[in-house]
C-alpha cells in the first residue's frame, strides 16, 4: 500500500488549517454585513445540468451511479446557484443574495503542472438586481474580501462583453467566422484574431479559415482594435470613440457608471479597463472582471454579469457573482510578504535555445533591450542585464516556464506552445522560424497503408508531438495510435514501426534523403512572442515590449506556406 493522497489533493494541517480558517470566517463576516445569506450546494450534480449553462469553467470529474446518471463533481457553484434560483426559488422575489464557501473539483487539464483538483471557493451571487451600483458593490466585495485574505498587491481587470458581442452582431460576418473570433478571446489568442481580422478585411480569408462573409471593414477592425485596449478611464472613452460611430455602444454607458462608482469607492488605482478579460465563460453577459496579483502565475478570481444562464434552467432572471480562490489568495499574500519589491524586480523572458535563439535575440536587441552575453552564455542559464533577466530554455519549455510564472513572458515556436496547451497570451507573430507540420510516410507505401485501415481501422504514426498529431487526426476523424519518440521520427516508417510519421520540416530535405514522401500538411508555424496572463495585466513593460517587437515583425524573413489546414497556427 502507498498511503498517500490522489494526484492533486492533499491533508491541510492544524496551522494552516487555523489560518484559513480565519480567513474564511472574515471573509464571510463582511459578505453578511452586505446583506448576503449562506448556502450549500451538493458536491454532486447531474452532467447535463452543468452543461445547460454554457462553457463549463473547467474539466469536471465524471462518473456514472446506480441509476446510469452521469454525475460530475461541481467544478463551479454558479451554475448550481442558477439552477437551484431556477428551481426551488423560482417563485421567491428578488433581489436574492447568496454567499458560500464551498470546495470545487476540477480535473487536471494540463500535463506540464501538477494541478490542484481540490479548490475553496469563496464567493458571492447576487440574484434579481442590475445596475452599476450592483455591479460596483460586487467589485468593492471582492477587493475587500482579497484584502481580508492579506492580499494587497493585486490588480481588478474589468471590461464589458456586452460591446464585443454587439460588434459581431452587427458586423453582418457569417456564423464560422462570428465564433471563430469567439474563440480567440477565450483562447486569448490574438496572432489568431488578428489574422482572421485581416483576411476578413482583405476580402479573401486563407485557405482553411472560416469566411467572414459580407463583414463590414469598420466593423472587423472594431472587432480587432478591441483586444487590445487597457488603461484607465481614457480606456473606456477610446472605446467610446471606436464604437459609438458603429452603433454598438451597448452597455457601454452602465460599464462607465460601475467604474464611477469604484473611482468613488477609492479602488481608482487597482482597476484596469482591459478588454482581453472578456475571454472569460460565454454565459457573461455583462460586466466582467478579473483579480491578478503580480506574484503568481495565475489570476486569483474572477466574477460578472449573467443574466441570461438561469433562463437556461426556467425563467431568465438578472444575476452577477463572483469567486476566488482561497488557496490562491494565501499564496498571493505569502509571496508578498517574502517578495515585497516585485514593481522593482527585471522583466523576465524566455529565450529559446536552438534554430530560434539568434532571431529571438535579435528581436530583443531591436526592441531596445540590453542582450548583452545572451548569444553566448556559456554554462549559464540565466543572463542578468539591467532591468531584465533572460531564462534560457528549450523551445518545448518555454510555456511551461512562463505559464507557472517563472518567467513573465517568452518566445518560442507556435508549434511549442500547440502542444503544451499552455493557459498564456499570444501577443505577436514574430514572423521568423517559419516550419511546417506535415504527414508522412515511406515512397510507394499509400497503397498498403490504406488497405491495411480499412482492414484494422487504425493506423501507427510516429511522432514527437503527440497533442498536435492527435488533434489532427481527430478532426479529420480518423483512429490512430501515437508512438512517441524524441528523435530520428523518419526511422519508424523505414523500420516498420508505423505506417507514417508527423514531423517538422523546413525544406523537406531530410524527407527526401529518407525515401519519404508528404502525404499531407497539418500546420505552418512560427515564432510567437507570449506573456504569463497574470504579468501581462500587472506589468506594463509587457505590453510595451508586445507593440515593439509586432511593429519590428515585418522586417524578419517570412514564407507562408501553403496549404496548412488550421488558419489559427499559421
Known sequence: MNAVTPSGFRDVLFDEARAREAIARAVQDLFAAHGYLPIETPTLEVMDVMRAGGRMPASPFKFFDSHDDLLAMRPDVTLQVARM???????????LRFRYTQRVFREATA??????REVTQCGVECVGEAGPSVDAELVALMAEALRLAGVEDFVLGVATVGVLRALLERSGAAAPWKDAVLESYHDSDFVALDRLCDGAAAGAAAEGDPGAGQAAPAYVEAVKRLA????????????????????????????????????????????????SVVSSFNYYTGIVFEAFSPYLGSSLGSGGRYDRMIGAYGTERAAAGFAFSLEQAMSAAAAEAQRPDAAERPLRIAVPKGSLNAEAIACLE????????????????VI?????????????????????GAADCGICGK????????????????????????????????????????????????TKYPSITRAHFARRGTQVEIVYLHGNIELAP????????????????????NNLEIVEEVLASTARFFANPCALRTDDRIVGLARTLAANAPKHTYAPIAGAT?????
Open 111 to 116: 500535463d506540464y503542472r501538477a494541478e490542484a
Open 384 to 404: 542578468s542585464n539591467p532591468g531584465v533577466d533572460y531564462i534560457i530554455v528549450r523551445p518545448s519549455d518555454a510555456p511551461v516556464f512562463v505559464a507557472l
Open 366 to 381: 531591436e526592441a531596445g533591450l540590453n542582450v548583452e552575453g545572451l548569444a553566448n552564455p556559456g554554462r549559464a542559464l
Open 228 to 275: 487590445r485596449i487597457r488603461g484607465g478611464r481614457e480606456a473606456i472613452d477610446e472605446v467610446r470613440a471606436l464604437v459609438a460611430p458603429l452603433g454598438c455602444v451597448a452597455d457601454l454607458d452602465a460599464f462607465e457608471a460601475t467604474f464611477a462608482l469604484l473611482e468613488e469607492a477609492g479602488l481608482a488605482d487597482r482597476l484596469l479597463v482591459d478588454f
Open 415 to 462: 508549434d511549442s506552445l500547440l502542444e503544451a496547451a499552455a493557459d498564456v497570451v499570444e501577443l505577436a507573430d514574430l514572423r521568423f522560424g517559419g516550419c511546417r507540420f506535415v504527414v508522412a510516410e515511406s515512397a510507394g507505401t499509400a497503397e498498403a497503408i490504406e488497405e491495411r485501415y480499412r482492414k484494422l481501422g487504425s493506423m501507427r504514426i510516429a
Open 566 to 570: 488550421n488558419p489559427a497556427t499559421n
Open 494 to 513: 523505414i523500420t516498420g514501426m508505423a505506417e507514417r510519421i508527423v514531423d517538422i520540416t523546413a525544406t523537406g530535405t531530410t524527407l527526401r534523403e
Open 85 to 95: 434560483c431556477a428551481t426551488r426559488l423560482a417563485g421567491e422575489e428578488g433581489p
